[in-house]
């Protein structure tokens, strides 16, 4: 299928494969799912493949992803038909954000989702800080292992002077990355709110437990050694940090409702996608899996219209009368694209699904 220029507004009952597809798309540009950690529930049942190929085009230049994962081979992915890693295909590649009921999570669930989803803008936002959450999280596991050494009486507890130093530099690179992050995703959050029609004061908060300075992270870490060794773990530092959003003052994962919740989703997906813009980055792809469900028809209206201000997007619904009339839709019934599809397979049997 092809995406219009806009808004793509994708419907069918349930069960007709419009998750499929949104997986689908956001599986060829990370190799990863947006809804399991596992790889495997990819692969259609009966079947030893996954596979997805998706073309690109900017500035008359066209280039093609393709991402496969097998049983047996693993993940691959190419760029233009060549063996290519994520780095290798990062210039090339389309920045992707998703809505689906599942990633309400990244609001009502533990903060560790919080700050996963703070890290993957972070390295969208700014690529030379990609590898930072990556290499918090070796140390981190450098560290947690030699504790465990020294409790056990393998190893002296001033072993832990180089890797609290390591992880208090590397730390603070991270908080701060994050902090920064917050401070610029702020504004666009409350503008986002406020076009989408969640009254109140809203806000984002970053609370960096252990603070921003490689030298406040590494005397914390030395103060808490002991309970660390006892507890065989590093009980403090950045990856105990929160980013909250907020709803007249209280936490929207506590007390705010469904529809709130699914409006501070979105709130902050194009708050995102306003900061990137806003630094030169590409307008990241927007894909949102049944978003209109629990919207009434005014903010239905609301979100269409923001979604048609720039870059392309692709929504889906159940029933094409959840989806407002606007010059920026382009609307696609799922069980046309799934005959089509079929037919296409009759005539050529190599065709690609």
Known sequence: MDLGENVTAVHGPNGSGKTNLTEALYFAFTSRSFRTTDRRDLVPFGGNLARVRVGVTDDDVTHEFMCSYGREEGSRSFLDGAPASREDSSPFRPAITVF?????????????????????????????????????????AQRNALLSAVAEGSSSPGQLDTWDLQLATIGAKLASARQEAVSELTPAYRKATLDLGLEGENDLIYR????????????????????????RRTTWGPHHDELRLEHDGRQLRRFGSQGQQRLGLLSLMFAERLALVGAGRPVPLMVLDDVMSELDSSRRERLVELLGTGGQSLITAAEGSLIPDSPAVTRVSM???????????????????
């Not at 069980?335 to 699904?353: C, T």
């Open 100 to 140: 689906s009921p599942d990633r309400l999570e990244i609001v009502k669930g533990p903060p560790a989702v919080r700050r996963s989803h703070l890290d993957a803008f972070v390295a969208a936002r700014w690529p030379s800080r990609s590898g930072l959450r990556s290499e918090f999280g070796r140390s981190l």
């Open 335 to 353: 069980l046309e694209l799934l005959d089509a599809a079929s037919r296409k397979g009759s005539d050529d049997p190599k065709a690609d699904g």
């Open 208 to 231: 960096a437990s252990a603070g921003v300075e490689a030298s406040s992270i590494a005397a914390g870490l030395g103060e808490r050694r002991d309970t660390d060794i006892a507890a």
